[in-house]
C-alpha cells in the first residue's frame, strides 16, 4: 500500500502531466511556482518540489537556477489533432461539431453544422460556370495557380473592399485554399509556440481548434449583443500580452451578434495601445440585409487583417478563401503559401467562383438567402421557444440562433443525447474558452426543415432536464 506521501506527489506530477499533454503548458513555458501550485493542489511545498526534482529526472522539464522549472522542448508528445472512430462517441471538444457533422450521413437531420442545406445553394450557376470552365484555356485544367490566385476573382474582391471606403491595391490582397488556411497563413506569419491570443467568448468552435494545433495560449472576453466587452477587453490586453485577436464583426458567430460603431472605436484604440493584431474574419458579409462597421474599414488595413471565403454562399465543396492586409504582410503571407502549397488556390476553383460572383443571379440568390434565412429564423425561434429554449437575441441576418435551454438543462448532455437519435448538434462550450456557456446550444435555423427534429429535440432535452424542479445544476 502506498503512503500517503508518496501518493501527493504522483498527483502533482500528474497535474503536470496532464497540463503537458493537453498543452495548457507547451515547451519553454514556466511551470507554476512551488509555493503557488501547492496551494493550488493543496499539498506542502515540499511534496511540490519532489514532484518536480522527479519530473526533471524523467526529462519532462528542467531546472533553471534561480529562475524555475520550465517544460523541456521534448515535453509534448506528437499532436494529436482526431481519433479514428471506432463507434464511441468522442469528448465533447472544439473539434466535436466537425467531426459530427462532416462525417455524419448525408441523410442525417444537422441543425448543429455550420453551413447552409445543398437545395439553398446556387446549383444550376455553378454547374453553368463548370461548363464554361470547360470550355476554357487549358491552363485552368493543368496547370498550378498563381501565388496570389486568380486574377478574376482578385479584381472582384479588390472592387468589394473599394466599395467599403478602403483604400487598396493589387498589393493588398492574396487568394487562399479557404478561409479556415487563411488564419492558418496569420498564425504560422505571427505567432510562435507559448504566445497568446485573444478570442471572443464564445467564439467560432474551429478558432479554438485551429489555435490548439499552433500550441498557443489562449484567453478569452465574454461577446455581448454590440461586440466584445470592452472594459474587459482593454483589461486583458493590458493583463495578458495577447499578440493577436480573431473574431467576427458581422453576424457574429455563434451569437448572431453585430458589432456597434461606439465598441469597434474602443477596440482598435485598445489594440494600437497594445499593439495587437486583429483578424477580422468576414465570412458572413453577405447575409447582412444592410452593411454594418467593419474594423478594416474603419483601419485602414493597417493593424487589422480581414480574410474570408465563399463556402457559405456558394459552395463549400469550392473552397477558397482571401487575405487583405497592409502589402508588407501580404508579400510575407504569400511567401508562406508557396512554401505550404506551392501556390495559391486552384485555378478551377477560383474561375468558377469569379464566374459565379460576376453574374447578376449572384446577387438575386444572396437577396433569396436573406429573405428565406428571415423567415427560418421567426419559424425556429417560435418553435424553440415553445419547448422553452430561448433565442440570447434575434439576428439582423444569418442562420445562426444562440440559444438558452431551460434552467438547470446542459447542452453537451442534450448533444449527446440527440447524437444518440442520429442528430447533430453544437453545444455550448465547444465556443467557450471558459466553458461558461454549457446552458447554451447554436442552431442552424436552415437547417431545422425535417420535422424528426423536434421530437428527437425534446426527447434529448427531457433527458438531460433536472429531475425535480429547482434541481441544482451539474458542476455549480
Same mark, same amino acid.
Given at each position: 500500500?502506498?503512503?500517503?506521501?508518496?501518493?501527493?506527489?504522483?498527483?502533482?506530477? &500528474?497535474?503536470?502531466?496532464?497540463?503537458?499533454?493537453?498543452?495548457?503548458?507547451?515547451?519553454?513555458?514556466?511551470?507554476?511556482?512551488?509555493?503557488?501550485?501547492?496551494?493550488?493542489?493543496?499539498?506542502?511545498?515540499?511534496?511540490?518540489?519532489?514532484?518536480?526534482?522527479? *519530473?526533471?529526472?524523467?526529462?519532462?522539464?528542467?531546472?533553471?537556477?534561480?529562475?524555475?522549472?520550465?517544460?523541456?522542448?521534448?515535453?509534448?508528445?506528437?499532436?494529436?489533432?482526431?481519433?479514428?472512430?471506432?463507434?464511441?462517441?468522442?469528448?465533447?471538444?472544439?473539434?466535436?461539431?466537425?467531426?459530427?457533422?462532416?462525417?455524419?450521413?448525408?441523410?442525417?437531420?444537422?441543425?448543429?453544422?455550420?453551413?447552409?442545406?445543398?437545395?439553398?445553394?446556387?446549383?444550376?450557376?455553378?454547374?453553368?460556370?463548370?461548363?464554361?470552365?470547360?470550355?476554357?484555356?487549358?491552363?485552368?485544367?493543368?496547370?498550378?495557380?498563381?501565388?496570389?490566385?486568380?486574377?478574376?476573382?482578385?479584381?472582384?474582391?479588390?472592387?468589394?473592399?473599394?466599395?467599403?471606403?478602403?483604400?487598396?491595391?493589387?498589393?493588398?490582397?492574396?487568394?487562399?485554399?479557404?478561409?479556415?488556411?487563411?488564419?492558418?497563413?496569420?498564425?504560422?506569419?505571427?505567432?510562435?509556440? @507559448?504566445?497568446?491570443?485573444?478570442?471572443?467568448?464564445?467564439?467560432? =468552435?474551429?478558432?479554438?481548434?485551429?489555435?490548439?494545433?499552433?500550441?498557443?495560449?489562449?484567453?478569452?472576453?465574454?461577446?455581448?449583443?454590440?461586440?466584445?466587452?470592452?472594459?474587459? =477587453?482593454?483589461?486583458?490586453?493590458?493583463?495578458? @500580452?495577447?499578440?493577436?485577436?480573431?473574431?467576427?464583426?458581422?453576424?457574429?458567430?455563434?451569437?448572431?451578434?453585430?458589432?456597434?460603431?461606439?465598441?469597434?472605436?474602443?477596440?482598435?484604440?485598445?489594440?494600437?495601445?497594445?499593439? +495587437?493584431?486583429?483578424?477580422?474574419?468576414?465570412?458572413?458579409? &453577405?447575409?447582412?440585409?444592410?452593411?454594418?462597421?467593419?474594423?478594416?474599414?474603419?483601419?485602414?488595413?493597417?493593424?487589422? +487583417?480581414?480574410?474570408?471565403?465563399?463556402?457559405?454562399?456558394?459552395?463549400?465543396?469550392?473552397?477558397?478563401?482571401?487575405?487583405?492586409?497592409?502589402?508588407?504582410?501580404?508579400?510575407?503571407?504569400?511567401?508562406?503559401? +508557396?512554401?505550404?502549397?506551392?501556390?495559391?488556390?486552384?485555378?478551377?476553383?477560383?474561375?468558377?467562383?469569379?464566374? +459565379?460572383?460576376?453574374?447578376?443571379?449572384?446577387?438575386?440568390?444572396?437577396?433569396?438567402?436573406?429573405?428565406?434565412?428571415?423567415?427560418?429564423?421567426?419559424?425556429?425561434?417560435?418553435?424553440?421557444?415553445?419547448?422553452?429554449?430561448?433565442?440570447?437575441?434575434?439576428?439582423?441576418?444569418? =442562420?445562426?440562433?444562440?440559444?438558452?435551454?431551460?434552467?438547470?438543462?446542459?447542452?453537451?448532455?442534450?448533444?449527446?443525447?440527440? *447524437?444518440?437519435? @442520429?442528430?447533430?448538434?453544437?453545444?455550448?462550450?465547444? =465556443?467557450?474558452?471558459?466553458?461558461?456557456?454549457?446552458?447554451? *446550444?447554436?442552431?442552424?435555423?436552415?437547417?431545422?426543415? &425535417?420535422?424528426?427534429?423536434?421530437?428527437?429535440?425534446?426527447?434529448?432535452?427531457?433527458?438531460?432536464?433536472?429531475?425535480?424542479?429547482?434541481?441544482?445544476?451539474?458542476?455549480?
Amino acid at each position: 500500500m502506498k503512503d500517503r506521501g508518496a501518493s501527493r506527489t504522483e498527483a502533482v506530477m &500528474d497535474a503536470i502531466r496532464s497540463r503537458i499533454a493537453g498543452r495548457a503548458l507547451s515547451s519553454g513555458d514556466r511551470l507554476p511556482s512551488i509555493r503557488s501550485f501547492a496551494a493550488a493542489m493543496r499539498v506542502s511545498p515540499s511534496t511540490v518540489v519532489e514532484a518536480y526534482d522527479r *519530473l526533471a529526472a524523467e526529462g519532462l522539464i528542467r531546472a533553471r537556477r534561480g529562475s524555475g522549472f520550465y517544460v523541456a522542448s521534448s515535453a509534448l508528445p506528437p499532436l494529436t489533432l482526431g481519433e479514428e472512430g471506432g463507434g464511441r462517441i468522442p469528448e465533447v471538444d472544439p473539434f466535436w461539431v466537425s467531426r459530427q457533422s462532416l462525417d455524419a450521413d448525408p441523410d442525417a437531420a444537422k441543425p448543429g453544422c455550420g453551413w447552409l442545406p445543398p437545395s439553398w445553394m446556387p446549383e444550376a450557376a455553378l454547374r453553368r460556370a463548370l461548363r464554361n470552365l470547360a470550355r476554357g484555356e487549358s491552363s485552368l485544367l493543368t496547370d498550378y495557380g498563381g501565388t496570389r490566385g486568380g486574377v478574376a476573382l482578385r479584381r472582384l474582391l479588390l472592387a468589394r473592399l473599394v466599395d467599403e471606403g478602403l483604400q487598396v491595391s493589387g498589393e493588398n490582397l492574396m487568394l487562399t485554399g479557404s478561409g479556415t488556411e487563411a488564419i492558418d497563413l496569420i498564425c504560422r506569419y505571427v505567432l510562435r509556440p @507559448g504566445d497568446t491570443v485573444l478570442v471572443d467568448d464564445p467564439c467560432y =468552435f474551429n478558432f479554438r481548434a485551429l489555435l490548439r494545433a499552433h500550441q498557443v495560449r489562449v484567453v478569452s472576453v465574454p461577446y455581448t449583443p454590440s461586440g466584445p466587452d470592452v472594459e474587459l =477587453f482593454e483589461a486583458v490586453l493590458a493583463q495578458e @500580452g495577447p499578440r493577436l485577436y480573431i473574431t467576427n464583426s458581422a453576424l457574429h458567430n455563434p451569437t448572431g451578434a453585430t458589432l456597434s460603431p461606439q465598441t469597434a472605436h474602443r477596440v482598435l484604440v485598445a489594440a494600437a495601445a497594445h499593439d +495587437v493584431t486583429i483578424v477580422e474574419d468576414d465570412i458572413f458579409a &453577405d447575409f447582412e440585409p444592410e452593411p454594418s462597421v467593419r474594423l478594416a474599414a474603419l483601419d485602414g488595413l493597417n493593424r487589422v +487583417v480581414r480574410i474570408g471565403s465563399f463556402s457559405k454562399t456558394l459552395s463549400a465543396s469550392m473552397r477558397c478563401g482571401y487575405i487583405a492586409g497592409a502589402m508588407e504582410h501580404i508579400e510575407t503571407l504569400v511567401d508562406l503559401q +508557396v512554401a505550404t502549397r506551392f501556390g495559391g488556390p486552384s485555378p478551377m476553383v477560383t474561375e468558377v467562383i469569379a464566374d +459565379v460572383l460576376s453574374a447578376g443571379n449572384y446577387r438575386k440568390h444572396v437577396e433569396e438567402l436573406r429573405r428565406r434565412l428571415t423567415g427560418a429564423r421567426r419559424a425556429v425561434g417560435d418553435r424553440l421557444r415553445a419547448m422553452g429554449i430561448e433565442p440570447w437575441l434575434m439576428p439582423r441576418g444569418g =442562420f445562426y440562433l444562440w440559444c438558452r435551454l431551460p434552467e438547470g438543462c446542459d447542452s453537451t448532455a442534450m448533444a449527446r443525447a440527440a *447524437l444518440a437519435e @442520429g442528430l447533430v448538434l453544437a453545444p455550448g462550450n465547444v =465556443f467557450s474558452v471558459s466553458e461558461s456557456a454549457s446552458p447554451f *446550444l447554436r442552431i442552424n435555423v436552415a437547417q431545422c426543415a &425535417d420535422e424528426r427534429i423536434w421530437g428527437i429535440m425534446q426527447r434529448s432535452l427531457n433527458a438531460c432536464s433536472p429531475s425535480e424542479p429547482g434541481a441544482a445544476v451539474p458542476g455549480r
